[in-house]
């Protein structure tokens, strides 16, 4: 009996070790995404989660056209006196400010590529290339300043190449001639700025451009700001004759992250007012 005993528990015992085993080995082979976890004896249901209660909202895999209106910012996010207006598309073909048409201002040959992409995509919608998603636009104006913001959806590895061209800029940009157009010369200036610890990646630029229009001096001030959350990102072109207003470009870079954040965390910002010019 003590024989028979000890090999039904040597059975026994075998039989447990190759079902772990087997369950281990499954278990290895299957997507990490794929596999269960058990909470811990004790734990909430929303332990680690941030929310307070229910299961917290998955982020969106895509940025969605929806997603991407959604995450813009209004007038009421950058506060003064801006103004929402229809057709920031056009800006880059027509853009009056004051007397002084900026579009023609912008328009003009530099002799470095790096130098050339910067000028082409001032008040365009591909600073950053062409989009590979969702992209979405908005346009405000202020006296003589004018401010587009755009989120987009973009490819990794493009877009990681893209923020890797405007860091250098300040070093390959620094000064240049834009030449060409009904301008004349214009002297570029690049600077680099700092903007709010925001998203995961960011770059900040401060462009000036000097020349004449209709046989009088101008200069054109721009702030420039990327910042990247994920493969998404938001651009920002702020400014104008009158220079351009840091606390301006800081308040869209820290509201328009936020509402970003949201719209990739599966959530709707809250709505803010805007006026349409």
């Given at each position: 009996?003590?024989?028979?005993?000890?090999?039904?528990?040597?059975?026994?015992?075998?039989?447990?070790?190759?079902?772990?085993?087997?369950?281990?080995?499954?278990?290895?082979?299957?997507?990490?995404?794929?596999?269960?976890?058990?909470?811990?004896?004790?734990?909430?249901?929303?332990?680690?989660?941030?929310?307070?209660?229910?299961?917290?909202?998955?982020?969106?895999?895509?940025?969605?056209?929806?997603?991407?209106?959604?995450?813009?910012?209004?007038?009421?996010?950058?506060?003064?006196?801006?103004?929402?207006?229809?057709?920031?598309?056009?800006w880059r073909d027509k853009l009056l400010i004051g007397q002084v048409d900026t579009a023609q201002f912008l328009t003009g040959k530099a002799e470095a590529a790096d130098c050339q992409r910067l000028i082409d995509a001032l008040y365009d919608e591909t600073l950053l290339?062409?989009?590979?998603?969702?992209?979405?636009?908005?346009?405000?104006?202020?006296?003589?300043?004018?401010?587009?913001?755009?989120?987009?959806?973009?490819?990794?590895?493009?877009?990681?190449?893209?923020?890797?061209?405007?860091?250098?800029?300040?070093?390959?940009?620094?000064?240049?001639?834009?030449?060409?157009?009904?301008?004349g010369d214009r002297t570029v200036q690049v600077v680099e700025t700092s903007l709010p610890d925001e998203g995961d990646a960011r770059q900040g630029l401060t462009v000036t451009v000097k020349g004449t229009s209709n046989g009088d001096p101008v200069t054109l001030t721009l702030d420039v700001a990327v910042v990247r959350v994920g493969d998404d990102a938001i651009t920002i072109t702020n400014g104008g004759l009158d220079g351009a207003d840091e606390d301006t470009t800081e308040s869209a870079v820290e509201q328009g992250t936020e509402r970003l954040k949201e719209v990739r965390a599966g959530r709707t910002p809250t709505p803010t007012p805007s006026d349409l010019d």
């Open positions: 009996m003590a024989t028979g005993t000890l090999l039904a528990t040597a059975a026994c015992s075998s039989g447990d070790d190759g079902a772990a085993a087997g369950s281990e080995t499954a278990a290895a082979e299957r997507p990490l995404a794929a596999r269960a976890t058990t909470p811990s004896v004790g734990a909430s249901p929303s332990a680690g989660t941030g929310e307070s209660s229910g299961a917290a909202p998955s982020p969106a895999a895509t940025l969605s056209a929806t997603g991407a209106r959604n995450a813009l910012i209004t007038a009421a996010d950058i506060e003064d006196d801006w103004v929402q207006v229809k057709d920031p598309q056009t290339g062409t989009p590979s998603g969702a992209s979405a636009l908005n346009g405000f104006q202020e006296g003589d300043s004018r401010l587009l913001y755009q989120v987009a959806a973009y490819q990794k590895a493009p877009l990681d190449k893209a923020m890797d061209w405007l860091k250098k800029l300040p070093d390959t940009c620094d000064q240049f001639t834009l030449t060409g157009g009904d301008s």
